[in-house]
Structure formats: structure tokens, C-alpha cells
């Protein structure tokens, strides 16, 4: 009978050592991936540096024109805001100043008029930093830090639009969106040279998740450009 008992007991401990030892081979994995993942940490806030490079202004005919674009998408079939510098086209065209418009695919919503001077100095240049971010219920998207020697400084407050949309994160905003959409629209002889300079993605607090330095040319003056 000892026997016996005793087969019985040890049994009884080889599978509960087998199990116990399954249970510690299945955590330590799980263990192990937990670790590695992380929460992304959300874009809410972006930055494009710009300058266009006027060459010889043309103000009688309103020369030149030009606009960009920047959209929180990877295309403009949904939101996007643009800019038309040195004209104003809604809901009427106008000549000189610059214009903010929002648009949903194909249709316009919104726009807001900024001022009404012409480019008018040889060999002057326009500088500014377009803005987009989110606050997970409206997408604002304004210009800062602008200056030209027609205009003088601008931007700010009086140059920012604001429309609701529950975007959490603006991950899937391309400059590539923005640079092919953006170009001269009239007069390209008197400009020589539109680029984007840099773009910054910003968290919410604050924090420089990431950046881009590499100049993107817009558009080169050459003898056959029109």
C-alpha cells in the first residue's frame, strides 16, 4: 500500500511541477511583448516654413499670383485650407491682399480676406510659416511670422481660420500634399524661386517629435517659364 501511495503522490507532483512550469513558460512572453509596446504619441500641431523670391513685380496687372495648400490628409478629397497670395478669387475675384479658404473636396466652406496691397518691390521676398493643428474637435490653420516689404509684418490672430472636426491626431498629413498642390498661379516669369523650406511636427505639449530640413522647390524661374 506504501507503494502504491507513495506512486500516486509523486504522479500527483509531476503534473503540477508541469503545469506550474507551463504557467511561467506562457507569462514570461506576455511579459516580455508588453514591454515593447507604447502609445503613440499624437501630431496635433505643424509647421511649414516658406519663401517665394519675387524678382520684378508687376503691379498694374496684380503680377504675381500664386497659392498653397495644406491639408490634415493625405489628399484633398476631404478638408484642406489654401492661400491665394496677391489676390482674392471668393466669392469674386479681387486683386492684391492675400486670401484664407477652406474647402471640403471640391467645395468651398469658408474664407477670410487679409489685407489688400500688391506685391510691389523688385527683388523681394516673402516669408511665412503656415500652421495647422487639432484639438480633437476643431482644425485651425493660420499663418505666423510673415513679412515681405509690401506687406510688411502679418500674421497672427487676424490670419487664422477654424472649423470643427474631431481629428484626434494630424499623423496623416503629407508634404507631399502640400507640395504637389501648391504653385504660381499667374505671372511665374517675375518669380524666381518658390520653396518650403522646413516642417516641424509638434505633440500636444509641446514636445518636437519630428522635423524635416530639406528645401522642396516649388518652382524654379528659367528663361522658359511662362
Known amino acids: 500500500m506504501e507503494s502504491l501511495k507513495g506512486f500516486k503522490r509523486e504522479k500527483t507532483l509531476r503534473r503540477y511541477c508541469a503545469f506550474a512550469g507551463a504557467g511561467i513558460l506562457l507569462a514570461s512572453p506576455v511579459g516580455t511583448l508588453s514591454a515593447f509596446v507604447a502609445d503613440p504619441v499624437a501630431v496635433t500641431r505643424i509647421e511649414e516654413d516658406w519663401e517665394l523670391d519675387v524678382n520684378e513685380p508687376a503691379s498694374q496687372s496684380c503680377s504675381p499670383q500664386f497659392h498653397t495648400v495644406m491639408s490634415p490628409y493625405g489628399s484633398l478629397n476631404g478638408l484642406y485650407f489654401q492661400v491665394t497670395w496677391n489676390y482674392q478669387e471668393l466669392p469674386d475675384v479681387t486683386e492684391g491682399g492675400l486670401q484664407l479658404q477652406v474647402w471640403g473636396g471640391a467645395e468651398d466652406f469658408a474664407s477670410r480676406d487679409a489685407g489688400s496691397g500688391y506685391l510691389s518691390n523688385d527683388a523681394e521676398r516673402v516669408s511665412w510659416t503656415a500652421v495647422l493643428s487639432t484639438d480633437s474637435m476643431h482644425v485651425t490653420f493660420g499663418i505666423e511670422n510673415g513679412y515681405s516689404a509690401s506687406w510688411g509684418s502679418f500674421g ?8 470643427p472636426r474631431p481629428i484626434a491626431s494630424l ?14 498661379t499667374y505671372g511665374s516669369n517675375r518669380v524666381n524661386r518658390l520653396v518650403l523650406k522646413a516642417v516641424r511636427r509638434y505633440a500636444a505639449d509641446g514636445t518636437l517629435l519630428s522635423q524635416e530640413t530639406q528645401e522642396r522647390v516649388i518652382f524654379q524661374y528659367s528663361d522658359q517659364s511662362n
Open 171 to 184: 499623423d496623416t498629413y503629407s508634404t507631399d500634399v502640400t507640395t504637389a498642390n501648391s504653385w504660381i
Open 156 to 163: 497672427g490672430e487676424s490670419m487664422r481660420v477654424r472649423t
